[in-house]
């Protein structure tokens, strides 16, 4: 299995910043599609953004523009630059790996592997 460790989440204030990462098990220098999920109780787990191997990106529209996802593949490493935080962005995020998906999609059933989650709290 692939194991993915996310680390990176506290509390900040609303306009502030946070940077996530994710170390995974095995090299992501391959085709996996990686991406960012964030859930709040009673909601369904909600894409955020997702890279490919070639570096395609695909973005949820609530984050587009505040939210950016980078990798260093030297380092087997996820990252979530997040600016701009808002209050509505309070959830617990996922970094999460598809192993059979070269495409960048967001369909949180393709993702095989999760991380076990970092709490992201942001006040106003």
């Known amino acids: 299995q692939v194991h993915l460790v996310e680390s990176g989440g506290g509390s900040v204030q609303a306009g502030g910043s946070l940077t996530l990462s994710c170390v995974a098990s095995?090299?992501?220098?391959?085709?996996?599609?990686m991406g960012w999920f964030r859930q709040v109780a009673g909601k369904e787990r909600e894409g955020i953004v997702s890279i490919d191997s070639v570096g395609s990106t695909n973005y949820a529209d609530s984050v587009k523009g505040r939210f950016t996802i980078s990798k260093d593949n030297a380092k087997n490493t996820l990252y979530l630059q997040m600016n701009n935080l808002k209050p509505e962005d309070t959830a617990m995020y996922y970094c999460?790996?598809?192993?059979?998906?070269?495409?960048?999609?967001?369909?949180?059933?393709?993702?095989?592997?999760w991380g076990q989650g970092t709490q992201v709290t942001v006040s106003s």
């Open positions: 095995a090299s992501i220098n391959s085709s996996y599609c």
């Open positions: 999460a790996a598809d192993p059979y998906t070269i495409s960048v999609h967001l369909d949180v059933s393709r993702f095989n592997y």
